[in-house]
């Protein structure tokens, strides 16, 4: 996750479109989560590129889980919100964690 918290640390370009910047940074994001994501074996990854924020669903052990990232403009790129869900459409979910983004951190998530 080295490689994304550095490219949103430089964010420059605020825009009311998504900007080319934006889209790599979320290209990313992608990419470093996705080898998160196989390290605990977690399946079916649904990603949601908003405006300067991201979101998506993923599951394992047949529980469905909701992440966000808020809007990388204002609240930066240390926090990872991360919940339960009932199904890849529940946006409301069980009680909020907040991890930190890092390497390993899914890994450290679920070993707790």
């Known amino acids: 996750m080295d490689k994304f918290i550095g490219?949103?640390?430089q964010?420059?370009?605020s825009s009311s479109i998504s900007t080319t910047?934006?889209?790599?940074?979320?290209?990313e994001f992608k990419k470093e989560f996705l080898r998160e994501?196989?390290?605990v074996?977690?399946?079916?990854?649904?990603f949601n590129k908003g405006h300067f924020y991201i979101s998506g669903f993923f599951t394992k052990d047949k529980q469905v889980y909701y992440f966000s990232i808020s809007d990388v403009r204002y609240?930066?790129?240390s926090k990872l919100l991360i919940r339960t869900a009932k199904d890849y459409n529940d946006?409301?979910?069980g009680r909020n964690n907040e991890i930190t983004i890092e390497k390993n951190m899914l890994m450290k998530f679920f070993n707790n």
């Open 21 to 27: 910047q934006w889209e790599m940074i979320f290209r």
């Open 91 to 93: 946006f409301t979910g």
């Open 11 to 13: 964010v420059v370009e």
């Open 75 to 77: 609240f930066g790129v």
């Open 37 to 39: 994501l196989r390290m």
């Open 41 to 46: 074996d977690a399946k079916k990854p649904v």
């Open 7 to 9: 490219m949103v640390s």
